[in-house]
């Protein structure tokens, strides 16, 4: 299956106590964050620099992206986006993403 449009939505970990919601696309051989709340908190991340992709729960609900020298965490807002989200990862990471059912 082939996915045209590589983009979903998550709500970002920035803190303890402070989540953001961002637009996720996969484009041009990097991942790029678009912060939907606030300006300027958008950032990206070239494909080749990030180790692993965990996607956690049953039903999914948390996303970890490591990088080498940054972890992101990421909460989906509904079961549909978080298999859309699973889908785009798993087609863009191969071997680098893990889906853990707990």
Do not use: W
Request: with cysteine; aromatic share 12%.
């Amino acid at each position: 299956m082939s996915i045209t449009r590589k983009c979903f939505r998550v709500s970002l970990r920035l803190s303890f106590f402070k989540n953001q919601r961002y637009q996720v696309n996969v484009r041009n051989g990097e991942i790029y964050f678009k912060c939907l709340e606030q300006e300027g908190q958008s950032f990206s991340i070239p494909l080749d620099q990030i180790r692993n992709v965990f996607v956690y729960g049953k039903p999914p609900r948390e996303v970890e992206i490591r990088t080498n020298n940054r972890v992101i965490f990421g909460i989906f807002r509904t079961t549909r986006t978080a298999h859309r989200a699973i889908e785009i990862l798993r087609q863009v990471f191969g071997e680098r993403f893990v889906q853990i059912h707990s």
